[in-house]
């Protein structure tokens, strides 16, 4: 049985330089979700106010003037798909198949945030609980200053952690409710396609 508790003790000492980098990994890769998360939104911005105000008056009988109010330099993702659409809007599989494209865009998206709330809090328990074992063995033999360093690295782990995760969540949870606005803009455009198509 020792040998056994020697043996799982070395694995997770051995785990410990992994995590650790993986979650320097995680905390960089947050910061750089955290800025492109605030570009997004400052185009969201002008984008959403500018689609609310074309959609309000939208019908089918003008659907055919409303390619050309899409802004040609914008490139976020919704008017990329209204454009697309509109071009497609004789085959109503097209259509169909870009709202589908739609879906696994945003879901592609949303993945650095997915991960990050998942994967942060995982590697920051875990950075917390391999050092505890080497902590409590400093306590045992009274080297204080061992314990001392391992309680400092698990508690270090434990924030970035939670840091990552908790960057994850937010940004995941904004972006989804994006990514619904956009996706009932796109089927309101597309019902209004098959309105025009039944009409003729």
């Given at each position: 049985?020792?040998?056994?508790?020697?043996?799982?003790?070395?694995?997770?000492?051995?785990l410990?330089?992994?995590?650790?980098?993986?979650?320097?990994?995680?905390?960089?890769?947050?910061?750089?979700?955290?800025?492109?998360?605030?570009?997004?939104?400052?185009?969201?911005r002008?984008?959403?106010?500018?689609?609310r105000?074309?959609?309000?008056?939208?019908?089918?009988?003008?659907?055919?003037?409303?390619?050309?109010?899409?802004?040609?330099?914008?490139?976020?993702?919704?008017?990329?798909?209204?454009r697309?659409?509109l071009?497609s809007?004789e085959?109503?599989?097209?259509?169909?198949?870009?709202?589908a494209?739609f879906?696994?865009?945003?879901?592609?998206?949303?993945?650095?945030?997915?991960?990050?709330?998942?994967?942060?809090?995982?590697?920051g328990?875990?950075?917390?609980?391999?050092?505890?074992g080497?902590?409590?063995?400093?306590?045992s033999?009274?080297?204080?200053?061992?314990?001392?360093?391992?309680?400092?690295?698990?508690?270090?782990?434990?924030?970035?952690g939670?840091?990552?995760?908790?960057?994850?969540?937010?940004?995941?949870?904004?972006?989804?409710?994006?990514?619904?606005?956009?996706?009932?803009?796109?089927?309101?455009?597309?019902?209004?396609?098959n309105?025009?198509?039944?009409?003729?």
């Amino acid at each position: 049985m020792n040998t056994i508790s020697d043996i799982m003790f070395w694995i997770s000492t051995g785990l410990l330089v992994p995590v650790v980098v993986l979650l320097i990994v995680l905390f960089f890769r947050s910061l750089l979700l955290v800025g492109s998360f605030f570009g997004q939104y400052l185009s969201i911005r002008k984008t959403d106010k500018m689609l609310r105000e074309q959609l309000e008056t939208l019908r089918f009988a003008n659907l055919d003037e409303f390619d050309g109010k899409l802004p040609a330099n914008n490139k976020s993702l919704v008017v990329i798909y209204m454009r697309r659409i509109l071009e497609s809007q004789e085959s109503h599989a097209q259509v169909q198949r870009l709202l589908a494209n739609f879906e696994i865009a945003a879901d592609k998206d949303l993945s650095a945030s997915k991960t990050l709330t998942k994967l942060g809090p995982i590697l920051g328990l875990m950075g917390t609980l391999i050092p505890m074992g080497p902590a409590l063995v400093g306590l045992s033999t009274g080297d204080i200053a061992s314990m001392a360093y391992n309680m400092q690295v698990a508690f270090a782990t434990t924030v970035i952690g939670l840091f990552a995760g908790a960057i994850g969540f937010l940004t995941q949870q904004v972006k989804q409710r994006w990514y619904l606005q956009d996706m009932t803009n796109l089927e309101f455009l597309v019902e209004l396609i098959n309105e025009k198509r039944n009409r003729v």
